[in-house]
C-alpha cells in the first residue's frame, strides 16, 4: 500500500502542510522536525506524487493540447509524437477538441481559468487564433503544430510545403508528363498556397506551360479528389500527371480514373501530399509527398517544455522537411 503524505505527517507529529514544507526544502521550519520528518520519509519509503510535486511548485505538471478533430488522417502521428515526449518528461496531456463549436470552446476556456494545464500546443481550430494569441499574450506559453501560413506571434513547428509541392513536380516530370493537373486544398489554407507556388516553380523553370483549367480547388477529401477528376474528364482537357494536395483526394483521384477505364501510371501518374497509412495500400500503391507528422509533434512538444524551463525559442517557424516516397503510381 502506498504511503501517503498524510501517514507521514501522522508519524512526525506534524501537519501535512509542514512536511510538504520539508519536501520543497523551505526554509521556515525547525531544524529538529524537519529532521524527525526526513527520519519518517526514510524509514516509510515515501515519495511525493508527480502532481503533488507540481502542484508544490506551482504546476500543474500537465501539457494542454487543443485541436479540431481527432478525424484528421494526420492526426494520429502528431498525437503520438507528442505523447511520446511530454510522459517520458513526466507531464501529463489534457486533450481538447473542437468538435461541438463554441460549447468545446467553453469547455476549454474552464480549463484555462482553472489553470488545469502550464502550457499549450495547438493545431489551430477555425476562428481560434486571436482568443490564443490573447492568451499567449497573457502569459500563456504557447506553440503551434501547422501553422498553415498564418506565422503567428509566438513559436511554431511546420513543414516543407513549398518544396516537397516542388519536389512532386520535379518527379512527375521526371517520368516524362507534361500535362500535369493539379487538385488544391481550401484557398484560404497558407499550406495550398506554398505548394501551388512550388509545383508551377518547377514547371516554370522547366519551361513547361500550365494550363490554369487544369488547377480545380478541393478540400481534402477522398469525394473532392473524385468530383475533380470526374470534371476535368468531362471537359476533355488533356492530362497525364495529378499532384493531389493530400493523400484523401488522391484516393479520389484514383477511384475516378479507375471509374473511367484510365490506368494508373500508364495513362495517368498520381502524387499526394501526407504519407497516411492507406497510402501504401491503394491500387496502385500512392507515390506521395510524406509529411513527417510525427516528428512534428515531437518537435513542438519538445519547444513547449523548452518554454517551461524558462528558455527564449524564436518566432520563426521551425520546419520539419518533407520526403519524396515513390510507389507505383508513378512508375
Excluded at 32 to 45: C, H, L, N, Y
Excluded at 47 to 59: E, H, I, Q
Excluded at 207 to 218: H, I, K, M, T
Amino acid at each position: 500500500m502506498r504511503v501517503t503524505i498524510a501517514e507521514v505527517a501522522r508519524r512526525a507529529r506534524v501537519s501535512k502542510a509542514t512536511v510538504s514544507r520539508v519536501l520543497n526544502n523551505k526554509g521556515d521550519v525547525d531544524a529538529s522536525t524537519a529532521i524527525r520528518v526526513r527520519e519518517v520519509i526514510a524509514a516509510t519509503g515515501y515519495t511525493p506524487s508527480a502532481r503533488a510535486v507540481g502542484l508544490a511548485k506551482g504546476r500543474a505538471q500537465t501539457v494542454g493540447m487543443l485541436v479540431p478533430s481527432l478525424t484528421w488522417p494526420w492526426m494520429g502521428d502528431v498525437l503520438q509524437g507528442v505523447a511520446d515526449v511530454v510522459e517520458a518528461r513526466g507531464y501529463g496531456l489534457l486533450l481538447n477538441t473542437m468538435n461541438r463549436g463554441g460549447d468545446s470552446l467553453t469547455q476549454f476556456a474552464r480549463h484555462v481559468s482553472a489553470n488545469a494545464f502550464d502550457g499549450l500546443l495547438l493545431i489551430e481550430p477555425p476562428d481560434t487564433l486571436s482568443y490564443i494569441t490573447r492568451l499567449h499574450e497573457n502569459g500563456l506559453p504557447v506553440v503551434m503544430i501547422d501553422d498553415r501560413g498564418h506565422h503567428p506571434g509566438f513559436p511554431s513547428v511546420a513543414t516543407s510545403n513549398r518544396e516537397g509541392a516542388s519536389d512532386a513536380a520535379a518527379h512527375l516530370l521526371g517520368t516524362g508528363r507534361r500535362r500535369l493537373a493539379m487538385i488544391t486544398g481550401p484557398a484560404e489554407f497558407g499550406c495550398t498556397r506554398d505548394r501551388i507556388d512550388g509545383f508551377r516553380t518547377i514547371l516554370d523553370s522547366a519551361g513547361v506551360e500550365f494550363d490554369r483549367r487544369l488547377q480545380v480547388e478541393g478540400d481534402f477529401t477522398r469525394a473532392g479528389g473524385d468530383v475533380a477528376i470526374r470534371h476535368m474528364l468531362a471537359t476533355g482537357i488533356e492530362f497525364d500527371a495529378v499532384f493531389a494536395h493530400n493523400d484523401l483526394t488522391a484516393v479520389g483521384v484514383l477511384d475516378a480514373l479507375r471509374a473511367a477505364g484510365r490506368t494508373v501510371p500508364d495513362d495517368v501518374a498520381v502524387v499526394g501530399f501526407d504519407d497516411i497509412p492507406v497510402a501504401a495500400h491503394t491500387q496502385p500503391a500512392l507515390t506521395t509527398v510524406r509529411q513527417p507528422s510525427r516528428e512534428m509533434g515531437e518537435k513542438a512538444a519538445a519547444m513547449l517544455l523548452s518554454l517551461l524551463a524558462g528558455e527564449t525559442l524564436p518566432e520563426e517557424p521551425w520546419i520539419v522537411p518533407t520526403s519524396l516516397v515513390i510507389r507505383e503510381s508513378t512508375a
